[in-house]
């Protein structure tokens, strides 16, 4: 009897019949998580069930049962078709036009976006995303009244300067 962890949810238990018919439906991926007794923490069904899933290597509701947060960040389900923006080139936009800093900050957590979606780590890319674009508007909000501020200035002093002459 094999526990399913999808989606942060825990479900079963399913015998191996069954989980292949749910393979068949779609409602199973081989990056879904899957524990039995005798398992000490969640692993990808692809690697526990690998005759379900021939193209891959082989390598809590009860008592007992570890909690689905034991997986390691490594096997957390990518769902297919969720699209997480890295904010990337918007980082780097207002690094160039607004504000150093605060650029910054948002250029390294857009880079975290795609490497953690790599990992299969949905939450941490969702986290680094979220954090890109709050940096890309600090950035932005900072950058823009600060640079028309610096421009004023300056255009002030042009002013001055060509009046002395």
């Known amino acids: 009897m094999y526990y399913l962890g999808k989606n942060g949810q825990q479900t079963g ?21 899957l524990w039995t007794e005798g398992m000490g923490e969640w692993k990808p069904a692809g690697t526990v069930l690998p005759g379900i899933f021939p193209m891959f290597p082989t390598q809590g509701s009860g008592p007992g049962i570890p909690p689905l947060l034991s997986a390691t960040p490594s096997s957390i389900t990518t769902v297919p078709g969720t699209e997480i923006p890295n904010y990337l080139w918007q980082s780097i936009a207002v690094t160039l036009c607004c504000c150093l800093p605060f650029g910054i900050a948002a250029i390294v957590y857009a880079a975290q976006v795609n490497s953690k979606l790599g990992l299969g780590d949905t939450v941490g890319a969702q986290n680094s995303s979220k954090k890109a674009k709050m940096w890309c508007w600090i950035a932005f909000g900072v950058g823009i009244p600060l640079n028309i501020i610096v421009f004023a200035i300056q255009f002030y002093a042009f002013f001055q300067q060509a009046m002395r002459h």
């Open 13 to 33: 238990p399913y015998t191996v019949e069954q989980l292949q018919a749910m393979v068949v439906s779609g409602q199973v991926v081989p990056l879904d998580l």
